[in-house]
């Protein structure tokens, strides 16, 4: 089986992509698996930087090919909050501590007034070619309280209208075809197959 490298140490991210590349052949492999003592400092102020520094750093270390991502939620009503610090935002990577904080800065903001997006950047880097980046988006609307227990981070309180579910009410399968990261990764793949022989 062909393998894939995801510079990241986000098990709810793995899971993401496995539900996307297992089919299509690919296994998933994480920074657990190939580098489990790097810790990547995420210096960066845009999702593109940080994920451009993260694939650079493990593709230069590892002498190989490697994705990493760089994802986020964007609240319109709290001017695009948490962003880059979506992993960071009360807690690191305390995931409740995270969105209590989210709904708590929502509290009294209509339902209509409650939009916001996913953003998720893809970089994918490797010894003799020039980085690339793709990125992809997923609009929906922040509850008032959580729903589902699939996925992680925001999920259980990012509703998606078409589909009248919160992402975290979705199957892996499901998430991956209108999420961020689906989107993205659908945007990359026409390109893997010269970039991962
Ligand atoms: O509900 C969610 N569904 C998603 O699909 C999603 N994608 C991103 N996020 C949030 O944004 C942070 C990324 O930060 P991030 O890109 O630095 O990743 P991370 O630090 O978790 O792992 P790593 O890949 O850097 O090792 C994550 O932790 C989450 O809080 C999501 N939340
Ligand atoms: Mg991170």
Same mark, same amino acid.
């Given at each position: 089986?062909?393998q894939i490298?995801?510079a990241?140490?986000n098990k709810?991210?793995a899971?993401d992509?496995?539900a996307?590349?297992?089919?299509?052949?690919?296994?998933? %492999?994480?920074?657990? !698996?190939?580098?489990p003592?790097?810790?990547?400092?995420?210096? /960066?102020?845009?999702?593109?930087?940080?994920?451009?520094?993260? #694939?650079?750093?493990?593709?230069?270390?590892?002498?190989?090919?490697?994705?990493?991502?760089?994802? @986020?939620?964007?609240?319109?009503? %709290?001017?695009g909050?948490p /962003?880059?610090?979506s992993?960071?935002?009360a @807690?690191d990577?305390?995931d409740?501590?995270?969105? !209590?904080? #989210?709904?708590?800065?929502l509290e009294?903001?209509?339902?209509e007034?409650?939009?916001?997006?996913?953003?998720?950047?893809?970089?994918?880097?490797?010894?003799?070619?020039?980085?690339?980046?793709?990125?992809?988006?997923?609009? @929906?609307?922040? %509850?008032?309280?959580?729903?589902? !227990?699939? @996925?992680?981070?925001y999920?259980?309180?990012?509703?998606?209208?078409e589909?009248e579910?919160t992402m #975290?009410?979705?199957?892996?399968?499901?998430?991956g075809?209108?999420?961020?990261r689906?989107?993205?990764?659908?945007?990359?793949?026409?390109? %893997?197959?010269?970039?991962?022989?």
């Amino acid at each position: 089986m062909k393998q894939i490298i995801i510079a990241t140490k986000n098990k709810g991210k793995a899971k993401d992509f496995e539900a996307i590349f297992e089919p299509l052949g690919f296994e998933v %492999l994480t920074l657990f !698996d190939v580098a489990p003592d790097m810790e990547i400092e995420e210096t /960066g102020s845009t999702f593109e930087e940080n994920a451009v520094l993260k #694939a650079e750093t493990v593709a230069n270390r590892l002498h190989t090919y490697v994705i990493a991502d760089d994802s @986020g939620l964007e609240i319109d009503a %709290l001017h695009g909050e948490p /962003g880059v610090y979506s992993a960071r935002y009360a @807690g690191d990577h305390d995931d409740e501590a995270n969105m !209590d904080k #989210a709904l708590r800065n929502l509290e009294g903001v209509p339902t209509e007034d409650r939009t916001a997006h996913f953003t998720c950047c893809l970089a994918i880097a490797g010894p003799d070619v020039p980085t690339e980046t793709v990125k992809g988006t997923c609009e @929906g609307v922040i %509850l008032t309280e959580r729903r589902g !227990d699939q @996925g992680f981070g925001y999920d259980p309180i990012f509703y998606v209208p078409e589909k009248e579910k919160t992402m #975290a009410e979705m199957t892996p399968a499901e998430k991956g075809s209108l999420s961020h990261r689906g989107n993205a990764i659908r945007k990359l793949a026409s390109d %893997l197959p010269t970039w991962l022989q």
